[in-house]
Nanobody, 120 residues
Framework: VQVEESGGGSAQPGGSLRDSCAPS????????MTWYRQAPGREREFVSS???????KYADAVKGRFTISRDKSKKTFYLQMNRLNEEDTAMYYC???????????????WGRGTSVTVSS
């Protein structure tokens, strides 16, 4: 399993950015996708996740501002980040978990990470 991650960038407070992650690998995989972020000098933290049942979860810090989604036709996941603030500045990493038909995780992979900088 591999994950191609792209997006991120710079924005002013109140602005928007989008991160994309496209997993590839075994054709039997049903993917869960989780985004984490790590700000300078801080531990990596959970941001959002979506599972194969489309159940979505968000950290309290981003709830109502970030939206996670899946485009099945493009086999790509998105993290839409709106109403950004300076505390959102971090490296963002996605992690894909490949589940087989029984629901067991068979493999996982991390994206390379993208930088999100929010400043005025």
């Amino acid at each position: 399993v591999q994950v191609e991650e792209s997006g991120g960038g710079s924005a002013q407070p109140g602005g928007s950015l989008r991160d994309s992650c496209a997993p590839s690998g075994d054709s039997y995989c049903n993917y869960d996708m989780t985004w984490y972020r790590q700000a300078p000098g801080r531990e990596r933290e959970f941001v959002s996740s979506i599972d194969r049942y489309e159940i979505k979860k968000y950290a309290d810090a981003v709830k109502g501002r970030f939206t996670i989604s899946r485009d099945k036709s493009k086999k790509t996941f998105y993290l839409q980040m709106n109403r950004l603030n300076e505390e959102d500045t971090a490296m963002y990493y996605c992690k894909a978990d490949c589940r087989d038909g029984t629901g067991r995780i068979r493999a996982n992979a991390w994206g390379r990470g993208t930088s999100v900088t929010v400043s005025s």
